[in-house]
């Protein structure tokens, strides 16, 4: 594990600073991130318009006209340096996957690569305990922390211009569950009906960073319930502990 005691703070263009943890994509660097993040949204600094945590890092957006960068800083230095339980407190949910077919076109081909059986990577693939990192890329795309590593694998040599929405992905040591249709460098292991983001839903957003998951199989029938009632808005995902 690689992460700086101290933090560094980088000038992100001149309304912008970023609290940067560490150099790698490590869950003790992730917590150290939303933990900053978590304090700022209880204790807020003012001129600070929006906070954007990251693997790695805290992207702090600021009104340069209320709060200069290096009087920023040294409001933000002693929040780092306090011991915190900040963190926001954890949620697990269970989100329902069909694998396979037309569903995750990659699955067979993943199962070859690394010599398993489709049951045996769906059963490893189900049986891990994932963690919200981050969302970026598109809304509601979740990077997931807790892969197995039997099942890390290279992303394809050539990104797909569109990949459907839904898709339950494995990219690297990465997993991940992609909300909106899209362009995708991963592998396509399964499709959920789970909107982790909706518009007309409140809240729009159904994941957050911290959050725990856990993947279960459903069947096609299954699914094709499912994603009407989360076309209605309904989260269909089910909370398990709170």
């Not at 005691?5 to 490590?26: A, H, K, M, Q, W």
Request: proline share 8%; hydrophobic share 40%; net charge neutral.
């Amino acid at each position: 594990m690689e992460f700086e005691s101290s933090p560094r703070y980088l000038p992100n263009g001149d309304t912008g600073l970023t609290v940067e943890f560490g150099s790698v994509i490590d869950d003790a660097v992730n917590r150290r991130v939303l933990a900053l993040d978590c304090a700022l949204q209880k204790n807020p600094i003012k001129g600070i318009i929006e906070t954007v945590p990251t693997y790695r890092s805290l992207l702090v957006h600021y009104d340069p006209a209320a709060i200069g960068f290096n009087a920023l800083c040294d409001l933000i230095r002693p929040i780092v340096a306090r011991p915190s339980s900040n963190e926001p407190v954890t949620r697990r949910w269970r989100v329902p996957v069909v694998y396979g077919g037309a569903f995750g076109i990659d699955l067979d081909g993943v199962a070859r690569a690394h010599e398993l059986t489709t049951a045996e990577l769906i059963a490893r693939h189900t049986g891990a305990d994932y963690r919200v990192a981050m969302l970026g890329f598109t809304p509601g795309f979740a990077y997931l922390s807790g892969l197995s590593s039997s099942l890390a694998t290279p992303r394809r040599p050539s990104p797909r211009g569109l990949t459907p929405k839904g898709t339950i992905s494995i990219g690297g040591h990465q997993a991940g569950i992609q909300c909106l249709a899209g362009p995708s460098g991963w592998h396509l292991l399964g499709q959920t009906p789970v909107r982790t983001f909706h518009p007309s839903r409140d809240p729009m957003f159904l994941l957050e960073p911290g959050d725990g998951v856990t993947f279960v199989e459903i069947s096609p029938v299954e699914f094709e319930r499912f994603d009407r009632m989360a076309e209605r808005g309904e989260r269909v995902a089910e909370l398990i502990a709170a």
